[in-house]
């Protein structure tokens, strides 16, 4: 019977292994990615707090929230 549950317990280490792993890259993609000063679409500048939440953004709040919305009136 302790054969079963020293199995579930490596399982359940390398399954919180791979989270934080996952959670790793995804810390580093996010520190990679560089922010637009001003927004693709309309040219307006993009405030430096959503710059710094969101990594790698390139649209400004409302144009990211039409692009959204077309998307899901399209289905997607």
Known sequence: MSDIFDRATEREQEL???ALAARERRARAGRAAVSAASCAVCEQPIPESRRQAL???QTCVECQADLEHA???KGY
């Open 55 to 57: 990594p790698g953004v």
């Open 71 to 73: 998307l899901q009136s």
């Open 16 to 18: 919180r292994d791979d």
